[in-house]
């Protein structure tokens, strides 16, 4: 069975105040981390639920508190598509949030791998291994959804990339684009890895995903346990019926 990380459960009563937690929560380590070290280093979800998060950070409170010129942006995960594709995840970050604040472009680092999706994994690791503070450094925050299958970023159960590499190329048959992903190895680096997981349809995996059930015993999510950091999961009333 599964170790099941010490975990911080948080649940709210909608996708409002989830999405309005998470940006608090994303101002609060940005202010941290530039404190700490000058910038504020986070990787953004693919999806729709962060879509409201994004929002928010982009307008009113969080938007003045946010430190954008200390601001690095990265992406968990991309389907290779062009960046306008409405399948993109670049895309909707770049609608509800990056279009709308002060962010310098060369801090927005996006994972580009429509023309050659081997290539991009080689030069997003590359990127990341010159990006990342030194030994053993990682992102400050990681925002990561979850899907009915128990799958996170682009990890899909029985689907895993070889251990090692940073990023890697995902193909699924189900799917006409390939993806790439970041790995457990260097979203374990991660000071913080937060899950924002709504709606009724998740409520079967992410209560057999928090307990360790055999029916989720291979989602990627069990390879998440980051050595220095912590995992916050937060979560609408209907995700989280089944806890
Ligand atoms: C992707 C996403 C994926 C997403 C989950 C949850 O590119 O597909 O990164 O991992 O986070 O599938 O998606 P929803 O938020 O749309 O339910």
């Given at each position: 069975?599964?170790?099941?990380?010490?975990?911080?459960?948080?649940?709210?009563?909608?996708?409002?105040?989830?999405?309005?937690?998470?940006?608090?929560?994303?101002?609060?380590?940005?202010?941290?981390?530039?404190?700490?070290?000058?910038?504020?280093?986070?990787?953004?979800a693919g999806g729709?639920t962060p879509?409201?998060?994004?929002?928010?950070?982009?307008?009113?409170?969080?938007?003045?508190?946010?430190?954008?010129?200390?601001?690095?942006?990265?992406?968990?995960?991309?389907?290779?598509?062009?960046?306008?594709?409405?399948?993109?995840?670049?895309?909707?970050?770049?609608?509800?949030?990056?279009?709308?604040?002060?962010?310098?472009?060369?801090?927005?680092?996006?994972?580009?791998?429509?023309?050659?999706?081997?290539?991009?994994?080689?030069?997003?690791?590359?990127?990341?291994?010159?990006?990342?503070?030194?030994?053993?450094?990682?992102?400050?925050?990681?925002?990561l959804g979850l899907g009915?299958?128990?799958?996170t970023?682009?990890?899909?159960?029985?689907?895993?990339?070889?251990?090692?590499?940073?990023?890697?190329?995902?193909?699924?048959?189900?799917?006409?684009?390939?993806?790439?992903?970041?790995?457990?190895?260097?979203?374990?680096?991660?000071?913080?890895?937060?899950?924002l997981v709504?709606?009724?349809?998740?409520?079967?995996?992410?209560?057999?995903?928090?307990?360790?059930?055999?029916?989720?015993?291979?989602?990627?999510?069990?390879?998440?346990?980051?050595?220095?950091?912590?995992?916050?999961?937060?979560?609408?009333?209907?995700?989280?019926?089944?806890?």
């Open positions: 069975m599964p170790s099941v990380p010490d975990l911080r459960v948080e649940i709210f009563p909608d996708l409002e105040a989830v999405s309005e937690a998470a940006a608090a929560r994303v101002v609060a380590r940005a202010a941290a981390a530039v404190t700490a070290r000058g910038r504020f280093l986070v990787a953004l729709a879509a409201r998060t994004y929002e928010r950070l982009a307008g009113p409170p969080h938007r003045e508190r946010l430190p954008w010129g200390n601001v690095e942006i990265f992406f968990g995960d991309e389907r290779c598509v062009p960046p306008e594709d409405p399948r993109s995840n670049y895309r909707l970050a770049h609608e509800r949030l990056l279009s709308r604040v002060p962010l310098p472009p060369a801090q927005v680092h996006r994972l580009a791998c429509e023309a050659d999706a081997e290539a991009g994994a080689r030069q997003y690791e590359a990127l990341l291994r010159q990006r990342l503070p030194g030994v053993g450094g990682g992102f400050d925050l990681v925002l009915a299958d128990g799958h970023a682009s990890l899909f159960p029985g689907r895993l990339p070889p251990p090692g590499p940073w990023v890697a190329v995902v193909a699924r048959p189900e799917e006409p684009f390939r993806r790439l992903t970041l790995t457990p190895e260097v979203l374990n680096r991660s000071r913080l890895l937060v899950f709504a709606g009724r349809e998740k409520a079967p995996a992410l209560r057999a995903v928090l307990r360790g059930e055999a029916a989720m015993a291979a989602s990627p999510v069990h390879l998440l346990k980051p050595a220095a950091g912590e995992i916050h999961w937060l979560l609408d009333r209907e995700a989280a019926a089944l806890l």
